[in-house]
């Protein structure tokens, strides 16, 4: 009974081709979070969702961008990725925005960049 | 700058006895902290939290206490079993009206519980 739905669990792309990272959610949740976890690193926040608003971290680079059709689904996209940019993409999810708002997480996907 | 610390990569325990993994922060404005739950292949699982108006929570054999002054959590596990092997990862909020719900992670603690 998964609830945060990663796909795929591993992604192989080439320096500088577009590749694009899949998000759904079952548990009709109103914010919608995407991390990138280097190795031996922690998960940093790259942006979130609330509903249909989008809110980058400052210190997100431009190549990274995000798209969030409707409630269920997110999807991150690196337009051309670099090399440095092969890590864990863990997508979250949270009823609402509050501090004490649980996020949940799906599993991951691992990206490589060859 | 690593705003939330964890400066164990690694802790190795025997069954039944206490696990006490450790946290600090620099941030004063976090006044939320968790730690979540990571096994291989999974993602990470929200374990237990505590807000800054208090010094301890427990919830059965988790028990996670802060002290605000020293800015320092920790988490201990009694007793310890096999199945708590996995990546303890802390993580902090800050305080915030309708700014987002923002947590900062440390680099976790790989907990290994030995029979």
């Known amino acids: 009974d998964a609830m945060v739905i990663q796909n795929p669990r591993y992604q192989v792309t080439q320096f500088g081709k577009p590749v694009t990272l899949s998000c759904s959610q079952t548990?009709?949740?109103?914010?919608m979070y995407w991390y990138q976890q280097k190795s031996s690193q922690a998960p940093k926040l790259l942006f979130h969702?609330?509903?249909?608003?989008?809110?980058n971290e400052a210190d997100t680079p431009d190549n990274f961008q995000s798209r969030r059709p409707n409630t269920s689904f997110c999807f991150l996209d690196i337009r051309s990725p670099g090399l440095g940019d092969a890590a864990m993409y863990l997508c979250?999810?949270?009823?609402?925005?509050?501090?004490?708002?649980?996020?949940?997480f799906g599993p991951g996907t691992r990206l490589t960049v060859l | 700058d690593q705003q939330v610390k964890q400066n164990s990569p690694s802790l190795s325990v025997q069954e039944g006895r206490i696990s006490i993994l450790n946290c600090d922060y620099t941030?004063?404005?976090?006044?939320?902290f968790l730690w979540y739950k990571k096994y291989p292949a999974e993602g990470p699982t929200f374990l237990i939290s505590?807000?800054?108006?208090?010094d301890k929570n427990e919830d059965g054999r988790f028990t996670v206490f802060l002290n605000k002054s020293a800015k320092h959590l920790s988490l201990h596990i009694v007793p310890s079993q096999p199945g708590d092997s996995a990546v303890y990862f802390c993580?902090?909020?800050?305080?915030?009206?309708?700014?987002?719900?923002?947590?900062?992670f440390g680099t976790g603690t790989q907990l290994k519980v030995e029979l």
């Open positions: 979250a999810t949270s009823r609402e925005l509050g501090s004490t708002d649980t996020q949940y």
């Open positions: 548990l009709n949740h109103n914010v």
């Open positions: 969702y609330y509903d249909k608003d989008f809110n």
């Open positions: 941030n004063s404005m976090f006044d939320y």
């Open positions: 505590i807000s800054s108006i208090k």
């Open positions: 993580a902090a909020s800050p305080r915030l009206t309708g700014g987002g719900n923002k947590l900062t």
